[in-house]
């Protein structure tokens, strides 16, 4: 395994800039998968028309959302204006949903802040048409830490509705097994026990999720260069608890691509979207290398590893920059690691 990092393409101007040529996206435009499956759209999720194209007749049964929120200024106006901004990618959402249809959003609560943006959120998502069904969190593994204050580890996850879809209650199940015998109960006059009367010898998830990796660098699924990137595990429990096979899944902050990856892998289809040309490009390589490679993301390798091994700015850059050395072993590795799994 070749250690190769990307640095976090959000924080270098410079760096995106000479990833630009090497995207195949620009704004407005929307890639059409050869195999008839998902869309990737470089769009404003907050624009209504843009929307349309990328759903054109067709309506989600799923929407997994997940807006970056950690730009906010810690103050009452900003979380605000946040709000009114997520006003209307949800109402565009709400509109790319079947009649009855599942919605999912990732946010984050500062508890410094009173709970912003999350609070605000909440009561915004009172007149949205959405009717809620329940909050979920997720424990993270790394949190941030300090002595004087709980460590905060979760990550907070609201479940909408629209109408009334199905749940599967299979997807659910983890693997923890259940090892808590007792609580006896009379069924057709036996005396029977709690885990001879339950569906399944693993407990349910519910709705505090603790079985579930964060993503790091010494995962396979690990993209480097995306500062957000979801765990693929989390992301197939909603798609398999709230949609069936060949649906459509919208997510419109597409980034790493681990709804379209996700939905490539449970037989689902994905319309997605990202501002920022270079995330699109970054999901579509992640879903061509799961195509050609099996592979589900790229370890501490990264998705422009060709490119910056050519004698290109950009590998020139890095070198300067980072450190990141494009010493004739590592050009030589590369090279073998591109050839072995291209
Ligand atoms: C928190 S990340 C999403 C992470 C994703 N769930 C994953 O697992 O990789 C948010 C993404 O939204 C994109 N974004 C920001 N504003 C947007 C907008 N108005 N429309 C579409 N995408 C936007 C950012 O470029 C970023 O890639």
């Not at 069904?133 to 907070?156: L, P, V």
């Not at 995306?226 to 649906?247: G, M, N, V």
């Not at 990141?324 to 690691?337: A, D």
């Amino acid at each position: 395994m070749i250690n190769f990092p990307l640095p976090r393409i959000d924080l270098d101007e410079e760096l995106h800039e000479l990833l630009l040529p090497y995207c195949r996206f620009e704004e407005g435009k929307i890639w059409e998968d050869p195999e008839g499956k998902h869309k990737i759209a470089c769009l404003d999720s907050s624009d209504e028309i843009s929307i349309k194209r990328l759903m054109g007749k067709e309506r989600a049964a799923l929407a997994i959302q997940d807006p970056p929120y950690n730009f906010i200024a810690f103050d009452e106006k900003d979380s605000k204006e946040f709000t009114e901004w997520c006003l209307l990618w949800v109402k565009n959402t709400f509109d790319s949903l079947a009649d009855d249809a599942s919605h999912y959003i990732w946010l984050g609560a500062d508890q410094n802040n009173n709970f912003q943006p999350l609070a605000d959120f909440i009561l915004m998502m009172n007149n949205s048409g959405f009717r809620s069904r329940s909050f979920i969190t997720m424990r993270n593994q790394r949190g941030y830490g300090t002595q004087k204050n709980w460590m905060a580890i979760r990550q907070e996850l609201l479940y909408y509705i629209k109408g009334e879809p199905e749940f599967n209650v299979e997807a659910e199940y983890t693997e923890i097994p259940k090892v808590l015998k007792g609580y006896y109960k009379k069924v057709n006059g036996r005396e029977t026990e709690n885990l001879e009367r339950s569906r399944s010898p693993f407990i349910r998830a519910g709705n505090v999720w603790i079985d579930i990796q964060q993503v790091f660098y010494r995962m396979e699924e690990n993209v480097n260069g995306c500062y957000a990137q979801k765990p693929l595990d989390a992301i197939s429990r909603i798609i398999k608890a709230s949609s069936r096979r060949d649906e459509i899944v919208i997510d419109f902050f597409s980034h790493s691509g681990t709804s379209l990856l996700s939905s490539e892998m449970n037989n689902r289809r994905c319309y997605t979207a990202d501002l920022d040309p270079v995330f699109c490009e970054i999901s579509l390589r992640r879903l061509e290398n799961f195509r050609k490679n099996k592979k589900t993301g790229w370890q501490n390798s990264n998705p422009f590893a060709d490119e910056i091994s050519g004698d290109t700015k950009l590998g020139l850059y890095l070198e300067k920059k980072y450190k990141i050395k494009m010493t004739e072993e590592r050009l030589f590795l590369n090279r073998k690691y591109s050839d072995e799994t291209h």
